[in-house]
């Protein structure tokens, strides 16, 4: 994914910024908070964690920096993801390196705040420019989202 996304008015996603990108999703997208999903073994000659982390500190955004690995994704590192950017300001903008787990992640928040089905979810997720092309990327969000509703469904 190599441009922002907006998956809906608190969630931005995209790429590994710069710091004048954080600094223009600040400026000019009112950005409040970043949350940097990249591992620190897929960080090359970008930001690392911990100058993202002072970037956002002076620009006076709110950051967090869950790592996520593709081999390693799990239901429980989604839940701690949706727990972490309830109580962030909005807007939100969520990285990884190349998008995709960034958009795969809110899209499967927004999925469980809004009650879709996996099969919404993936709608929803086309309608806003976001196609998830990994199949195993895929199988997991249908899995996270049909095993939540299912959890919900008898509230």
């Known amino acids: 994914m190599s441009t922002f996304k907006l998956l809906d008015e608190n969630f931005l996603v995209g790429?590994?910024?710069?710091?004048?990108?954080?600094?223009?999703?600040k400026e000019k997208?009112?950005?409040q908070s970043v949350v940097n999903l990249r591992t620190v073994h897929e960080i090359e000659d970008d930001l690392s964690p911990v100058q993202e982390g002072e970037a956002c500190?002076?620009?006076?955004?709110?950051?967090?920096?869950?790592?996520?690995?593709m081999n390693e994704m799990n239901h429980l590192l989604v839940d701690t993801f949706r727990n972490q950017v309830k109580d962030l300001p909005k807007p939100v903008y969520?990285?990884?390196?190349?998008?995709?787990?960034?958009g795969a992640f809110v899209m499967?928040?927004?999925?469980?705040?809004?009650?879709?089905?996996?099969r919404e979810c993936f709608a929803k997720a086309e309608e806003q420019g976001f196609e998830?092309?990994?199949?195993?990327?895929?199988?997991?969000?249908k899995t996270f989202v049909d095993q939540h509703?299912?959890?919900?469904a008898g509230v």
């Not at 710069?18 to 223009?24: A, H, I």
């Not at 998830?132 to 969000?141: D, G, V």
């Open 149 to 152: 509703q299912k959890a919900g």
């Open 29 to 31: 997208v009112g950005m």
């Open 94 to 102: 969520v990285h990884c390196a190349s998008g995709m787990r960034a």
């Open 15 to 25: 790429g590994q910024p710069s710091e004048g990108t954080l600094t223009r999703l």
């Open 132 to 141: 998830c092309n990994k199949p195993e990327m895929k199988t997991f969000l």
């Open 57 to 69: 500190t002076e620009l006076g955004l709110d950051y967090v920096h869950l790592p996520v690995s």
């Open 108 to 118: 499967m928040h927004l999925a469980v705040e809004n009650g879709w089905s996996a």
